[in-house]
């Protein structure tokens, strides 16, 4: 596609339900990152995979938080047993590897009521 | 992981230069200056990215000392639609160091 799709684009989950945020990247792009951003606030790194591997998952705030890319493509974050806490902004962004500049999606809005 | 610092906020009439100023005093030698832009409701968008010297593109130009511990976004003759947030960040583009946006600069152009 011609940029980072993700979905949904607003949820609603109830305190305890599991959910899950769908990054459609960039055809080809390598790099993926997942970012958090509450609201006020700049992103927060959450984690990052080249292809397929998870190559660094330490901004994942808590086990409840996990993130796959298995086939290298598109990327599902997923967090259980939801907290209010958790409601924020959850982005994407691509890269081809070697470039510097990457691609972000618009952000699933995530709202735990 | 290089860290960056910028001021909060800046407001600025329509039509005139703004400047945008961020330090980075622990920038590694492989570590590109990258800025992003970011509207209400949407992910950020890629601006410009240098390395050393000055780099201009269609939207702005960004300056860098030789010392590289400090980098200066330049936006000629703002307009209301360059309301946004400004984020500088450092990294050498491998993913190895994830990207560090901090709080940004809020900028505010007035008709």
């Known amino acids: 596609g011609a940029g980072v799709s993700q979905s949904p684009r607003y949820k609603v989950a109830k305190r305890g339900q599991d959910v899950a945020l769908r990054c459609d990247p960039i055809?080809?792009?390598?790099?993926l990152f997942w970012y958090q951003q509450a609201l006020g606030q700049g992103p927060e790194f959450l984690t990052y995979f080249q292809n397929e591997a998870q190559l660094d998952k330490s901004g994942l705030p808590s086990d409840r938080f996990f993130a796959e890319r298995p086939e290298g493509s598109v990327s599902t974050l997923k967090i259980q047993r939801t907290q209010q806490e958790d409601s924020a902004v959850y982005l994407c962004?691509?890269?081809?590897?070697?470039?510097?500049?990457?691609?972000f999606g618009s952000g699933t809005r995530l709202t735990v009521v | 992981l290089a860290k960056t610092t910028q001021p909060i906020s800046m407001d600025s009439y329509e039509g005139q230069e703004v400047n945008i100023t961020c330090s980075h005093n622990n920038i590694a030698t492989n570590d590109y200056i990258t800025w992003y832009q970011q509207f209400p409701s949407q992910g950020p968008r890629f601006i410009i990215q240098?390395?050393?010297t000055k780099v201009t593109n269609e939207v702005a130009s960004l300056f860098i000392p030789a010392d590289r511990k400090s980098s200066t976004l330049s936006l000629p003759r703002v307009s209301l639609s360059d309301t946004a947030v400004y984020y500088c960040l450092v990294g050498d583009g491998t993913g190895a160091n994830n990207l560090f946006f901090g709080t940004g600069t809020r900028l505010t152009v007035i008709p």
């Open positions: 240098g390395y050393k």
């Open positions: 055809s080809g792009h390598v790099s």
């Open positions: 962004a691509s890269s081809f590897q070697g470039n510097h500049g990457y691609t």
